[in-house]
DNA sequence: GGCATGCTTTACGTTTACGTAAACGTTAGC
DNA sequence: GCTAACGTTTACGTAAACGTAAAGCATGCC
């Protein structure tokens, strides 16, 4: 048995589609140390894992992350941190990226509520606009 | 009446100190169209409204908009459409934006959730280490 | 009056995250 | 045997968001 293929593996074309970016970027991300596929001679095999951290690079991105951020992320859930002193600096990194994101969450709300008001008053203005256009066509 | 005191005024370098950013950063918000301070002479004064673009700057930042989506969603709040065509394209990009926002909402969501099971192991982990250091010491 | 402090403009440099092009290999189908 | 589709490496190009350095003006103060 040359290669095991119970598990599900992806061309880089094909996940390139999937996950609506370029070749050439996932072979960047490849570069920076953020996928490791496995290879048939020349060719990039991506299995499972690979396309799991896909998804994280990409969740990674829409929050505004950097390559080297993103990479940190992916690292903490690979992590296995086998000393103590390890463990507690692991857990520290997590909790200041959950602060970040909750920070970012109260970011979104202000800018939901503020977007809210802008539309509505907008709305507002437009029936208002629209029924005088109305009465003036009457 | 030289100049109207009766609003808050600033100097660019305090600016810079309350929101963290370096000069240089504050005028190159300036180039692409992001403020517009008051000129004393050469020096920028920098009033109210400044200020409040400064700040939806910065948020926008953390939640890792370009300046040229910031400017856009800054013109939102500046905009007064005349038309009707262009309050409704007007209301369209509000629209976009705020689907933007909840994307992201969820996005910390998941992620959130991940870092959570991520610590709750750690931590288990951690106890179990130091519940053994504990054990070996006595 | 000379020096420090704070501001100015101009301009080249740097990092990130790819885009784009060149030149080449290999497998499938006609 | 050719070409089309898919892949590869190497390398230069580019947009964004500033950093950094150079050179100069104005003001306060000792």
Do not use: C, N, W
Not at 10 to 35: H, M, P
Not at 40 to 68: E, N, T
Not at 85 to 97: D, E, T
């Amino acid at each position: 048995m040359a290669l095991d293929q119970t598990q599900q593996m992806y061309g880089i074309a094909e996940l390139a589609r999937e996950f609506g970016v370029t070749t050439r970027a996932i072979r960047f991300y490849e570069d920076k140390g953020l996928l490791s596929p496995d290879r048939d001679g020349q060719r990039r095999i991506y299995g499972a894992r690979d396309h799991v951290r896909l998804r994280l690079i990409m969740r990674g991105k829409r929050l505004g992350f950097s390559l080297d951020e993103i990479r940190e992320m992916i690292d903490l859930y690979d992590a296995d941190p086998s000393e103590v002193s390890q463990l507690k600096l692991f857990i520290g990194k997590l909790q200041a990226r959950r602060e970040q994101l909750r920070s970012q969450q109260e970011d979104i709300v202000e800018t939901l509520g503020e977007l809210d008001r802008l539309e509505t008053q907008s709305q507002a203005l437009l029936a208002d606009r629209e029924s005088r256009r109305t009465k003036a066509a009457g």
